[in-house]
């Protein structure tokens, strides 16, 4: 039901954008976040937004270099990614939760029931 893409190889200072698209469901309805996966790391979270796309959370290794939002208009969710490192290396993954989430769980992939299968990006 999510499919991401916009993945790819990129220098380190440079852009990618990622999206999400959720083919069947009401969008508008879904919390959204973006988690990520690095080689023998845990999944972590780096970016929510909520059903309006008003409210956004970043985690602090990406504050001021990515902006999570959203177009329920068109079902889908966006990941700019800006001033990349190498540390941003990893399999970026979409997560939508029916409903609100509470502020004490976004950032918990527990919280979320639909998941993408996943976009790689890497930063050298």
């Known amino acids: 039901q999510l499919v991401e893409s916009g993945g790819g190889s990129v220098q380190a200072g440079g852009s990618l954008t990622l999206t999400c698209v959720m083919s069947y469901g009401t969008f508008s309805s879904h919390s959204m976040a973006w988690f990520r996966q690095a080689p023998g790391k845990e999944r972590e979270a780096v970016a929510r937004?909520?059903?309006?796309?008003?409210?956004?959370d970043y985690v602090n290794s990406v504050k001021g270099r990515f902006n999570i939002y959203r177009d329920n208009a068109k079902a889908t969710l966006y990941l700019q990614m800006n001033s990349l490192k190498p540390e941003d290396t990893a399999v970026y993954y979409c997560?939508?939760?029916?409903?609100?989430?509470?502020?004490?769980?976004?950032?918990?992939?527990?919280?979320?029931?639909?998941w993408g299968q996943g976009t790689q990006v890497t930063v050298s």
């Open positions: 997560a939508a939760r029916l409903g609100q989430v509470r502020n004490d769980q976004y950032f918990d992939a527990d919280s979320y029931q639909l």
């Open positions: 937004i909520n059903t309006g796309g008003g409210f956004t």
